[in-house]
């Protein structure tokens, strides 16, 4: 059964404080995402990697970096977080070939930052 | 701008009716469009994916179309079950990536029994 991972369901972090989202798949994908989903705002796309150590940005990438050393890693990282970030977090990955391969959604961690 | 909306008022309707969500999209020519389903506080989860060829596309009791004249997709959920409320979220290619998607908000359904 392919699965995704995420390392916390439930995260609170302080203003200023440096947040590592990782997420993990085990289906040897090359495609990995990052979203962030807000009521009203719906899914926004973060970064995307489509290999290992490389990234794309999406829509809102600002005050967000990642790291893809590993083909089924993909680490978010939130530099100095803030209460506007406050979000659920949701990672996903896709085969590389055919394009248009549906995403394998992870479950998701609910940050809040105080 | 790419647009992508769904109806965002939710959709109750009654056990065995049929469900029909609606997607629009604006400044688009996609070669393709997919459906998820999301439970609340759960990742999406991928129903069907229909290319611009293709004008319908079935799966068990779901049916997709697709017009890309009126730059149009309606889900249909046939005899629906209360096991089918959640939010459903049609998505189109970010950007001409060929495989980051953007997402519309979503339509809320609700089956009552």
């Known amino acids: 059964d392919v699965k995704v991972t995420q390392s916390s369901r439930y995260l609170v972090k302080r203003t200023g404080e440096k947040v590592f989202l990782e997420c993990v798949q085990d289906?040897?994908?090359?495609?990995m995402f990052w979203y962030r989903q807000d009521p009203g705002l719906g899914l926004r796309l973060i970064y995307f990697?489509?290999?290992?150590?490389?990234?794309e940005k999406g829509d809102i990438p600002e005050g967000y970096s990642v790291s893809r050393e590993k083909k089924e890693r993909f680490s978010l990282i939130l530099e100095s977080a803030s209460t506007n970030q406050t979000s659920m977090y949701l990672c996903?990955?896709?085969?590389?070939?055919?394009?248009?391969?549906?995403?394998?959604f992870g479950p998701g961690t609910r940050l809040t930052v105080l | 701008s790419q647009k992508i909306e769904q109806n965002s008022e939710a959709l109750n309707i009654q056990e065995g009716k049929t469900a029909t969500l609606t997607c629009n999209y604006t400044?688009?020519?996609?070669?393709?469009l997919q459906w998820y389903r999301q439970d609340p506080g759960r990742g999406p989860v991928f129903l069907l994916l229909i290319r611009e060829n293709e004008k319908e596309k079935r799966k068990e009791r779901l049916k997709v179309t697709f017009d890309t004249t009126l730059k149009q997709s309606l889900f249909h959920i046939t005899a629906s079950q209360p096991a089918d409320s959640a939010t459903y979220l049609c998505?189109?290619?970010?950007?001409?990536?060929?495989?980051?998607?953007?997402f519309g908000k979503g339509t809320s359904l609700l089956v009552t029994p």
């Open positions: 990697s489509y290999d290992v150590k490389m990234k």
């Open positions: 998505a189109l290619d970010w950007s001409n990536s060929g495989y980051a998607l953007n």
């Open positions: 289906m040897d994908h090359e495609n």
């Open positions: 400044n688009y020519s996609p070669a393709y």
């Open positions: 996903a990955s896709s085969p590389k070939g055919t394009p248009y391969n549906e995403q394998f």
